[in-house]
């Protein structure tokens, strides 16, 4: 009689359920990712020097779906997290077993002020490459507006995610 009336309320309760309730607690407690973010806040810009304008950075945004990349720049309303840096700089073999010095810098437009955000340092190898990949710990802020600088001769992929602001 107890497992009668134990199933019985056991497929009450699951048949009461509708599909789209079922999906609705799906999507609403969608898994984050491991920086406890959307997966659709998630970016991944490749960025290099600007063949137009010194030290400033031109990125463009990476897609998951391998759609073509387009030119990146912080939403308003948002603001950009950079929790990852890679960066590489080849200055030929002349260069090889030279320190290198990488750093990210913001300048705002209309004071033309610059604020220092990143940097890192390498030995450049044999060919004179320096590279590196660096976690950072509490990572940096990227406002709507704000340019990004680096050498001139630099390719930084930097990895982090969109907040809302408003």
């Known amino acids: 009689m ?6 019985a309320f056991t497929t009450g309760v699951f048949a009461s359920t509708s599909a789209s309730q079922v999906l609705n607690v799906f999507v609403t407690n969608f898994p984050k990712t491991h920086v406890g973010q959307d997966p659709a806040s998630v970016v991944t810009l490749r960025c290099q020097g600007s063949p137009v304008i010194a030290r ?21 309303g948002t ?16 260069y090889a077993g030279n320190s290198t010095i990488f750093t990210l810098e913001l300048r705002q437009q209309l004071s033309n002020h610059r604020s220092l955000v990143f940097i890192s340092y390498q030995v450049a190898d044999v060919d004179g490459v320096a590279f590196k990949d660096e976690h950072l ?28 602001t408003g």
């Not at 710990?137 to 809302?164: H, K, Q, R």
């Open 137 to 164: 710990t509490t990572g940096f802020v990227v406002s709507p507006g704000v340019t990004m600088e680096a050498p001139s001769d630099a390719l930084a992929i930097l990895y982090g995610y969109l907040v809302n």
């Open 79 to 94: 603001v950009l997290v950079v929790t990852d840096v890679s960066w590489r700089i080849d200055r030929g073999r002349e």
């Open 2 to 7: 107890t497992i009668v009336v134990l199933a």
């Open 56 to 76: 400033q950075l031109f990125c463009t945004r990476s897609h998951s779906d391998g759609t073509l990349p387009e030119n990146f720049t912080v939403p308003v």
